[in-house]
C-alpha cells in the first residue's frame, strides 16, 4: 500500500512513519509513506501558504493554488488510483471498520489542514472523504494522519509478527479487549488470575471473553448495545 502525505511537517510524518510496526512495514516494503510540502508548490519569494478569510474573522485559510498543485503532483507520481482523505473535525469519525476498508486500498492520499483549515472549493474538487480521530481540536492534521497511517498500515499483510495479533485486538470483534499479563506470576504480592495459568485453554477462551464483554460493559455500553450478544454471550455477561 501506499500512503501520500500534504503537509507543511513533512519531517513529522517522516518521524512517525519510521518507526514500530509502521517503520517495520515499511523496510519490508509492505507500505510506502511519503509526505510532500506545498510550501514546495508556491511561486512567490515567501512561498506563502496561507491567505486571510473571506468574510473576516480570526485565522487564516490555506490558499487553493499550492495545494491543488502539490495534489497534482502528488496523483502523478504513481498510477495506482488514489483514495484522497482531509483529516479534519468536521469529518466522520474514524471507527476500526473503516479502518479495514482503508486498509485494504491501494493507495492513499492524505491532507493535513493547519490553521483554520482549507479552502472549501479545495475539498469539493479534490477530497473523497473527510475524518476526523475524535471529538477535539489539533492544532493541524499531522496528528491525525499518522493515526490514520498506523492504524491501516498495521493491517497490511506481514506488518504485525503474530498474525492472530491483530484479530484480537479491541474493536476488532466489537468489544474492548481483555486484560494481559506476563511473567512474574506473583509481582510484588499481586498474582495472575489462576485460569491464565491452568492450561486449559477452552476456560482460558472463556474467561478472556467474559472479561472484554464485562469490561465493554461496564466501560462502553455504547458499544454492546449495537452488537446482539450470542446465548453463550449473555450467560458470560450475567455471570
Ligand atoms: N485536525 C484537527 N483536529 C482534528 C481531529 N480531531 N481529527 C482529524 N483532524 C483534525
Avoid at 104 to 132: Q, W
Avoid at 201 to 225: E, K, V
Wanted: charged share 25%; hydrophobic share 40%; aromatic share 6%.
Amino acid at each position: 500500500m501506499r500512503i501520500d502525505v500534504l503537509t507543511l511537517f513533512p519531517e513529522f510524518i517522516d518521524a512517525a512513519a519510521a518507526v514500530g510496526v509502521i517503520g517495520r512495514a515499511q523496510q519490508r516494503g509492505l507500505l510506502a509513506v511519503r509526505a510532500w510540502n506545498p510550501r514546495d508548490h508556491t511561486h512567490d519569494n515567501y512561498r506563502r501558504i496561507d491567505e486571510r478569510p473571506f468574510g473576516g474573522g480570526p485565522g487564516m485559510v490555506m490558499s487553493n493554488q499550492p495545494l491543488r498543485d502539490c495534489l497534482a503532483a502528488m496523483r502523478a507520481a504513481a498510477s495506482e488510483p488514489a483514495h484522497t482523505i482531509y483529516v479534519t473535525p468536521q469529518g466522520a469519525r474514524l471507527t476500526q471498520r473503516r479502518v479495514r476498508e482503508l486498509a485494504a486500498l491501494p493507495r492513499l492520499i492524505l491532507v493535513c489542514g493547519r490553521y483554520e483549515g482549507i479552502d472549501e472549493r479545495l475539498i469539493a474538487a479534490e477530497i473523497d472523504e473527510e475524518l476526523s480521530i475524535g471529538d477535539y481540536v489539533l492544532s493541524g492534521g499531522e496528528l491525525a494522519a499518522a493515526v490514520v497511517i498506523d492504524a491501516v498500515g498495521r493491517l497490511q499483510d506481514g506488518a504485525l509478527n503474530d498474525a492472530d495479533s491483530a484479530a484480537q485486538d479491541s474493536f476488532e470483534n466489537g468489544l474492548l479487549d481483555c486484560p494481559h499479563y506476563t511473567r512474574p506470576d506473583e509481582f510484588e504480592g499481586e498474582s495472575v488470575p489462576p485460569v491464565l495459568l491452568s492450561g486449559d485453554h477452552a476456560a482460558i477462551a472463556r474467561w478472556r471473553r467474559q472479561q472484554s464483554l464485562g469490561r465493554t460493559w461496564l466501560r462502553r455500553p455504547d458499544l454492546l448495545a449495537r452488537m446482539t450478544l450470542s446465548k453463550a454471550d449473555r450467560v458470560l455477561l450475567d455471570g
